[in-house]
């Protein structure tokens, strides 16, 4: 397993949509092997592909946010929203790619969501409150859109304004 490098907003990879995965092979394995690794070592509860500038639709996740509690890391190929419900619900977002930065989201409350797993199995399953919003803002990562993408204009400019100072220092270093 290896740590992988997260980019950060502003990145041309960051909106691009993600290609769908076909072959469910060791190297699809490894990449979600790695995805989780970097996403616990960040730490986050989600990391999408892109984020690590591999262009496939692959994210992982585990919410599971209590001190000791048993982790539940979850791995979901080409995964889509086939469901969602009326009642919403707002959460405060951040993003790997977006360090530091938080902000309020309004999504649907739950969702249902078709996935493959990395043998290709086909999988259907219900999410709510902080497992809901995680899989869509992962799922929005696969289509090259970011929380920020939500919020008013002069939020993000602002936003994307501090990020593009960080990564001149990150450079600097
Ligand atoms: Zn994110």
């Not at 809901?132 to 289509?143: G, K």
Request: with cysteine; charged share 30%; proline share 7%.
């Amino acid at each position: 397993m290896t740590l992988k490098p997260i980019l950060i907003h502003p990145d041309p990879r960051l909106k691009k949509a993600c290609d769908p995965v076909t072959e469910f092979d060791k190297a699809l394995a490894a990449l979600a092997n790695d995805m989780l690794e970097t996403m616990y070592d960040a730490p986050g509860i989600g990391l999408a592909a892109p984020q690590i500038g591999v262009m496939n639709r692959v994210m992982v996740m585990d919410c599971v946010k209590e001190e000791g509690g048993t982790p539940a890391p979850m791995t979901l190929v080409n995964p889509h929203v086939v469901w969602e419900s009326e009642e919403r619900n707002v959460y405060e977002e951040g993003c790997l790619s977006i360090p530091g930065q938080y902000a309020d989201v309004e999504r649907p409350k739950m969702v249902r969501v078709t996935w493959q797993d990395i043998e290709g199995k086909a999988h259907e399953q219900e999410f709510d409150e902080l497992w809901a919003t995680c899989v869509q803002h992962e799922i929005d990562h696969l289509n090259g859109t970011l929380f920020i993408d939500y919020l008013k204009p002069m939020k993000r400019q602002m936003i994307t304004r501090k990020m593009q100072k960080l990564k001149r220092e990150q450079m600097r270093e």
